[in-house]
């Protein structure tokens, strides 16, 4: 399984853009990259997925390099509800296997 | 259309004891997933079930053991209870054995303290 590293915490201020980048060298040709956020005493909940290049939705773009042994999950003008922790996964796409998460990036927005 | 839930939501236990947990899936979905999930850190795998078989493991002692019922509802259920068991147990719902995995919607999850 490939073993993913961002930063373990960041801060930043409302309205303004945040990326987060995850390393992942270890990525194999069937896996997917996929972010999940996590309030407290919430389950985690999936926010954007990509294999390569650009990838954007109505909550957060996602940028693959072509080497695919990175990424950068970017969130729009943050806001306070955005302070929450976010897991950057490498998943093969396949049913039935399991997500591995790290420790996460506990993401802080003040006003 | 209701998400996952999970009862109990909070639970208190003494070492030793047995606990059962019980997880409903989304509307739709039929495999259901489990995870613990320690203070600080990141979600666990412990087990999936899809058709009322366990499907995948991870690095959980026998103690932790599951069941799917016919209409996808699951239980974990972990026996003699450690201390180190205490942590937040997260159900996580899917569709169908081959959609991608990525698609899995998480409960509230199930606060354990072992006492």
């Known amino acids: 399984l490939a073993k993913t590293t961002q930063p373990i915490s960041m801060d930043s201020y409302e309205g303004q853009e945040v990326n987060i980048t995850c390393s992942h060298n270890?990525?194999?040709?069937?896996?997917?990259i996929t972010w999940y956020q996590q309030f407290p005493s919430q389950g985690p909940r999936f926010i954007i997925q990509g294999y390569k290049t650009k990838v954007t939705n109505e909550v957060a773009s996602l940028f693959i390099p072509a080497d695919r042994k990175s990424s950068t999950l970017s969130l729009p003008r943050v806001s306070l509800s955005d302070t929450a922790v976010y897991y950057c996964?490498?998943?093969?796409?396949?049913?039935?296997?399991?997500?591995?998460f790290g420790g996460g990036t506990r993401l802080m927005v003040k006003p | 259309d209701a998400g996952v839930t999970q009862s109990p939501t909070h639970l208190i236990k003494t070492r030793g004891q047995q606990v059962t947990l019980r997880c409903s899936p989304k509307s739709g979905h039929d495999t259901v997933s489990w995870y613990q999930q320690a203070l600080g850190q990141g979600p666990q795998f412990i087990f999936q079930y899809y058709e009322e078989e366990e499907r995948q493991r991870g690095n959980f002692p026998d103690r932790f053991s599951g069941h799917q019922f016919p209409n996808y509802s699951s239980e974990l259920n972990v026996n003699a209870l450690l201390l180190g068991d205490s942590a937040l147990y997260l159900c996580?719902?899917?569709?169908?054995?081959?959609?991608?995995?990525?698609?899995?919607?998480f409960g509230p999850g199930t606060r354990l303290t072992v006492t």
């Open positions: 270890n990525i194999a040709t069937n896996d997917y």
């Open positions: 996580a719902s899917s569709s169908g054995w081959d959609s991608p995995t990525y698609e899995q919607y």
């Open positions: 996964l490498v998943v093969m796409n396949n049913a039935g296997n399991m997500l591995t």
